[in-house]
């Protein structure tokens, strides 16, 4: 029986099968395509400044665990530029609130509807490029993504009396 799309667990690609063993010892798909993990590529043109600086914070980490291939940048791009805006939302509330005067009266800040829009374009994203931790177990890439310097690491430390 055919699986709904979008149902169930998405398979993991052959080439992580390969490097991450297979414990069912089913068969790999021979016939999948292969497609070559790229280096960390140079952002493009049209992303916002805040997308350019997520795409040079990720784009390294994800080419070194060999999860971006060549047809995978365009998912890059619409999580960086939908973090942006998502950024750029969150910086609207924090300023204006979730309350917002109009002529008609009170109204809900329209970057509310922005925060929970990308918020959702940023969790179907990321799964796909491996950015929660689920993914990355399923990816196969959680020993390699920790091993970078995360710079919010230290927050979560106990400060000395």
């Known amino acids: 029986m055919a699986r709904a799309p979008g149902g169930g667990r998405k398979p993991k690609p052959t080439h992580l099968k390969i ?3 297979n414990p069912g ?8 395509p292969e497609y070559s993990s790229v280096p960390a590529a140079p952002p493009p043109d049209w992303l916002s400044p805040l ?4 795409w040079e914070e990720l784009a ?10 060549d047809v995978d940048l365009h998912n890059l791009e619409v999580f960086c530029q939908a973090y942006a805006r998502w950024r750029e939302a969150e910086d609207s509330v924090s300023k204006k609130g979730v309350i917002v005067d109009t002529p008609f009266g009170p109204k809900k800040n329209p970057a509310c509807t922005v925060i929970n829009e990308t918020s959702r374009q940023l969790a179907a994203f ?8 689920s993914s990355r177990s399923r990816l196969g890439t959680a020993g390699a993504a920790t091993k970078t310097t995360n710079r919010f690491t230290g927050l979560l430390k106990k400060k000395a009396s």
């Not at 997308?51 to 997520?54: C, G, I, L, Q, T």
């Not at 990321?126 to 950015?131: D, K, R």
């Open 25 to 32: 010892k089913r068969a790999l798909n021979k016939a999948e």
């Open 51 to 54: 997308a350019v600086e997520k």
């Open 19 to 21: 490097i991450t063993g």
């Open 126 to 133: 990321g799964a796909m490029l491996g950015l929660d931790p």
């Open 60 to 69: 390294p980490l994800l080419a070194g665990t060999k999860v971006l291939t």
